[in-house]
């Protein structure tokens, strides 16, 4: 079993900056990438930004050159630092990771998403 708590979502005004964080936890062999989505009302869930392994990143369009994702592997701990926001960047944010976790005595992928977390950019 795998848990994933997200937290440091919030309000903040236009040009303000937040950081959300995002720690996985429980029997874990491997994470193979760690990433944020998010969901805006009314629109679908969309990649903003994901780090793998390796440390390569991927980033959405939208949010390129504002905000910049890391990862602690020793701590299966992904963070989204958040700069220069602006209205269009509120959603609910969603954690997800991927990896390897032990049933038993087998290894299987896994696949899990956080909670989501409120992130309102607001004058």
């Known amino acids: 079993q795998v848990q994933l708590v997200e937290s440091g979502g919030g309000s903040v005004q236009p040009g303000g900056s937040l950081r959300l964080s995002c720690a996985a936890s429980g029997t874990i062999l491997n994470v193979n990438a760690m990433g944020w989505y998010r969901q805006a009302p009314g629109k679908e869930r969309e990649l903003v930004a994901l780090?793998?392994?390796?440390?390569?990143?991927n980033y959405g369009d939208s949010v390129k050159g504002r905000f910049t994702i890391t990862r602690v592997n020793a701590k299966n701990t992904v963070y989204l630092q958040m700069s220069s926001l602006k209205p269009e960047d509120t959603a609910v944010y969603y954690c997800?990771?991927?990896?390897?976790?032990?049933?038993?005595?087998?290894?299987?992928?896994?696949?899990?998403w956080g909670q989501g977390t409120q992130v309102t950019v607001s004058s």
């Open positions: 780090i793998i392994s390796g440390g390569s990143t």
């Open positions: 997800n990771v991927e990896g390897i976790t032990v049933e038993g005595i087998k290894a299987r992928p896994f696949n899990y």
